[in-house]
């Protein structure tokens, strides 16, 4: 995308916060010192969501891969050069490590399952969570059934 980006990272401690905005500030300064430009780089400020269940887990990885060509950069995700979908789905080499991830590994026994796998996770037109629950959800602090967002809100957000 052209003014944020999208991941999805699993916090083992209670500072996902300082880690993001560590990694803002340092892709920030170094493009900035590349370019020639000075100033804030992304168009909006870190967000999170925690995520319910490995079924909206995976709506939300299929709904960022997908991202560029709903935004209408590219025509086909094979084109869009700044992601990760070539690697996980094709077996093109990254310039970046890559961890991988738990899904991944429980459904693909291989690289060339793995790879079926995620062709048909993000290129399938079959949505059992649409493209438009994710974003709406995205923009939530929880992101899941009614009843997890609930429990969510009642155990951290209501004043006792």
Same mark, same amino acid.
């Given at each position: 995308?052209?003014?944020?980006?999208? %991941? $999805?990272? +699993?916090?083992?401690?209670?500072?996902?916060?300082?880690?993001?905005? @560590?990694? *803002?500030?340092?892709? &920030?300064?170094?493009?900035?010192?590349?370019?020639?430009?000075?100033?804030?780089?992304?168009?909006?400020?870190?967000?999170?969501? %925690? $995520?319910? +269940?490995?079924?909206?887990?995976?709506?939300?990885?299929?709904?960022? @891969?997908? *991202?560029?060509?709903? &935004?209408?950069?590219?025509?086909?995700?094979?084109?869009?050069?700044?992601?990760?979908?070539?690697?996980?789905?094709?077996?093109?080499?990254?310039?970046?490590?890559?961890?991988?991830?738990?899904?991944?590994?429980?459904?693909?026994?291989?690289?060339?399952?793995?790879?079926?796998?995620?062709?048909?996770?993000?290129?399938?037109?079959?949505?059992?969570?649409?493209?438009?629950?994710?974003?709406?959800?995205?923009?939530?602090?929880?992101?899941?059934?009614?009843?997890?967002?609930?429990?969510?809100?009642?155990?951290?957000?209501?004043?006792?």
């Amino acid at each position: 995308m052209s003014n944020h980006y999208h %991941i $999805i990272a +699993t916090a083992t401690e209670e500072n996902l916060h300082r880690a993001m905005q @560590y990694l *803002n500030s340092r892709v &920030a300064v170094r493009f900035n010192k590349h370019t020639g430009r000075s100033g804030h780089l992304w168009g909006d400020r870190y967000r999170s969501c %925690i $995520i319910d +269940t490995d079924e909206y887990y995976l709506a939300c990885v299929r709904y960022i @891969y997908r *991202n560029p060509k709903r &935004a209408g950069m590219v025509s086909d995700l094979e084109e869009f050069a700044h992601s990760s979908f070539n690697f996980w789905a094709f077996g093109k080499r990254m310039d970046v490590f890559l961890v991988e991830d738990h899904l991944v590994l429980r459904w693909g026994k291989g690289k060339r399952r793995t790879r079926e796998y995620f062709q048909i996770l993000v290129l399938s037109e079959e949505i059992w969570i649409s493209d438009r629950e994710v974003r709406k959800g995205l923009r939530r602090m929880f992101f899941g059934s009614a009843d997890f967002m609930q429990q969510m809100h009642d155990t951290h957000c209501s004043m006792n």
